[in-house]
């Protein structure tokens, strides 16, 4: 009985260390522009890329609004999504890192000496302005607009 129970405990706790977290779905509160790094901006509360394997979204509708990639994201984020005509994503000098599907429908991008980077798929839907020594650098990259 012992020998069993021990392989049991040996088995659970090989399967729990094998098992990865999900992240936290972020979605942009309100048509109102600011900073990425505002956790009251945010639902939930917080800031995507704190944790591994965030989702960032922002869809809000309404009057024209910027949201502002101020800092680089300490992690990897598991999936980007902007859709809103009212909507512009501005980084300058910043690294966003998408290791999932990033999708930008819609909206507008202004990328200014920045990185875009992961392992994921960017499709680009929206009027994206690359201006300096940016670069987009992702496992695939699809501009449909």
Known sequence: MKACTCTLVCILVSFSSSVTSA?????????SSGNWNAPAAWSPDGVPGTSANDTARILAAGSPYTVTL???PGNALDEFELDGKD?????????????GPSLLTDAA???????????GTLTNNAAMTILGSSTISTTG?????
Request: glycine share 12%.
């Open 23 to 31: 992240g936290v779905i972020f979605q942009w509160e309100s048509p």
């Open 87 to 99: 909507s512009t994503f501005v980084a300058n000098g910043k690294t966003l890192t998408v290791d």
């Open 141 to 145: 990259f699809a501009q449909n607009g």
């Open 109 to 119: 991008v202004t990328w200014l000496g920045s990185t875009w980077t992961g392992s």
């Open 70 to 72: 101020n800092v680089n």
